[in-house]
Structure formats: C-alpha cells, structure tokens
C-alpha cells in the first residue's frame, strides 16, 4: 500500500490533496505539515526554535545518526517521521533543558531496518523531522551528525552548561562559562571521553588550560586528562572569587589531530565514600602507581575519581621517593692531569675541577646511587710530612690516611677516629 499511498499525495496543500479529502478521519492532525510545510534539512542545524519545525531530509541524512545541543530552559523534540500517514514517529527522542543528546549510527539503523518495505524502496523515502519544545520554550538547537558537533574557538565560543557533553572534533576547542553561571561553592569537575576506533589505538588524553575574562586572559589552571576514570576538579576557591568579580572562565581544550572526544562539565558535582587515603614512600628512582598512572617523584594531592552521572569519590595522595644516602669517595688528581680532564671510574663522570661534585646514577626502575667525589691536589700531604718525623701515609677504603704516632689525620691535617 506504501507506494499508491505515496503518489496519491502529490498535490501543493491539502486544500487539493484528495488522499486527504478521502482519508482525513483516520490521517494524524500532523499530516499537512509533515507533507506540505517543511524545510530541507542539511547538517549542521544552527536555529533558534521558537515554534514547532518540519524539516525534509533525505535517508542518507538520517542514517549518519545525529548530535544534538540544545540551550533552553525547556526540553526540546525531536522526532523523525519516515511517512507523514503514521501516527507515531519512527525514531522520537527528548533533549532536556541545556543539554546535549546522541543517537548512533547502529540505533538509527536498527530503526530504520524495521521499516516495511525494500532495502531500494527505503533509500528513496525523504524522511520528515519535527523539532519542538515541550512546554512552548524558546531555545537554540544545533544537530550534527552522531560523532561531529560545532567548532567552539574564541570568536564563537559555546557556554559550558551543566550535565553538557561537547563533542570535540577539532584538534583545539574554546568554551566558557560565564561568571554568573559559575557554583556558587565553587565545585564543578570536567571529565575526557575518547574511545578508540580501533583495536590497536590506545584512549588518548586532553589538555586543559583556563584563562579569566577572556580567551588569552589570565591564566587560572592547567592539567591534563588522561582517562574517562580522572577527572579534573576546578580550584573551588578560584571559581568562587571568579563569580565573587563577575570574571568569565575560559576553558580551553585540545587533543591530538585526527580523533573525536567528548568533554563533559558537572558543576555542583556529589560525592561518594571517600577512597582511603595513600601514603607511600619508596626510594628515588623507582616509580609509583596510583589508580594507573605513574609518578617519579614527592607529591600530594586529592585525586577525583570518576563513580557514575555527576558523582565522584575523592582520594588523598601522598607520594614521596626518599633521596639516596651519598657514598663518599676522595680522588687525588695532579693538577696537568685535572687539565685532561679525570674519569671517575665509579661513575664513568668525566672530573674538570678540584671540590665536591654530586653524581647521580639512574637506572629505570632501579634506586637512584648518589656519589660525593672530592677532588684533591695531593700536594698538601708533603706539607704534613715535611715536620712530622715518623709521620706514615695509607690508603684506606680508597681514603688517603696519614698516621702521625698513634693518630690518624686527613691529608687537610684534620684528626680522624
């Protein structure tokens, strides 16, 4: 019946549609609009929605899957009809106030496989969308295809809203967040998503740079998200005094060329049980982990780990890596040698000068040997043994020792156990 059905409606209005005069009664009261009053939908969609839209589209469009953004403070509609004769939408989804809702790719297509009618037949349909507010609201709506979503940068910069996913595609994005839309306790985290296309392609991370006022204001943090399981928790005392002075924050992001992310802001975040404390200690050198990552050296910080929706647990760290106890060791070097410059056969460190030097040897994974070499001119021992009668040298644990009777004396003629 699809196909008598379709040409039957061929008329410019329902004034001269007959399959409307004849079937009227049992047709949806959305009909004439969804036939007649629609507007050819291409992506991206940047409208401002203040009544309800019909948008033609082709299957092709429909079948990318969809993004869609929406600012209001009314849940928007949006619902795809495959024929204006039926009743219900083949595909309905709702967008709550300032947020951002995704259909994929396989989800639409299931939907559409359960269509009647050939696979040929189907690629010829010109699917209709309704967008509307639930409650008459006005309000802004962006559609993308699923997996793409708008450039932010500093000429056009997206407001960050609570509980808004941003689709990062571009390598570098800008967003802010007005001073007045700030938590007023100053509690808000942001959280990474990037899940690998393929099988041999790792999760990869974000950096975050803040700025006040502008996009090359003051700068207010920095880090990077290494994972959807951390998150990064805003300085709360800096988003109080930002809202306290009426200062935007600019919140910039950016990741490698060549993958798609999603940013995700949570202001007024709760908390689950903490995570008990880590305190750790272990030689320099080595490494320690802490909920995946790796750290080389002292630090201490709360750690926010990422629970579900807008809940985190928090952990206190302490880490620190305890610096190797020096192994002394004296060489005595003729000063035409100290020119050539002398190998300390212990370190392998080529030695230039008289004095202390510190030498450290790092090996991965393995504690850091620390080494104090003085070097010495060995001529101040002729000085100690030019008015000492019986006065004797011995090296001693590679230690130049000058034995005076019974006492023991460095060669700077200091007396020694």
Known sequence: MLLPLQAMAQATSCADDEFWKVYKDSLPDTYCECTYNTTPFVFPIDTVLTEPVWFSAKMDDIKQGMSAYWFSDDSVVLEVYAFCISHRPTISMIVPPNRMYEMPVDEINKRIDELPGSAEYLKTLEPRIRAYTLHGGVGTVYCYPYNHGPHSTCEKPMEMRSWMTYVCEEAENVYRIPASNIPSKGKAFLRWIHK???????????????????????????????????????????????????????????????????????????????????????????????????????????????????????????????????????????????????????????????????????????????????????????????DRKGARKQIQNGRIIIFVDERKYNIVGQQID
């Open 196 to 386: 690998p296309d393929h099988a041999n392609l790792k999760s990869q991370p974000a950096d975050i740079r803040l700025t006040l006022d502008s996009c090359d204001g003051e700068e207010a943090g920095r880090a990077t998200i290494t994972d959807s399981m951390h998150v990064y928790m805003f300085d709360s005392a800096m988003l109080v005094d930002a809202r306290k002075a009426g200062r935007d924050v600019w919140v910039h992001v950016s990741h490698v060329e060549g993958i798609t992310g999603r940013l995700r802001y949570f202001a007024n975040p709760k908390y689950a049980e903490g995570m008990p404390d880590i305190d750790e200690s272990i030689c320099l050198g080595k490494t320690l982990t802490v909920n995946g990552r790796e750290y080389s050296s002292d630090t201490t910080f709360i750690e926010g780990i990422y629970v579900n929706r807008d809940t985190l647990s928090t952990q206190h760290v302490t880490l620190t890596f305890t610096e190797p106890t020096p192994i002394y060791d004296t060489v005595l070097v003729d000063p035409k040698d100290l020119k050539r410059g002398v190998v300390h056969e212990l370190t392998g460190a080529v030695l230039f000068n008289y004095g202390d030097t510190i030498i450290d040897i790092v090996a991965p994974k393995q504690c850091t040997k620390r080494y104090q070499v003085t070097v010495k001119d060995p001529t101040p021992i002729e000085n100690v043994d030019a």
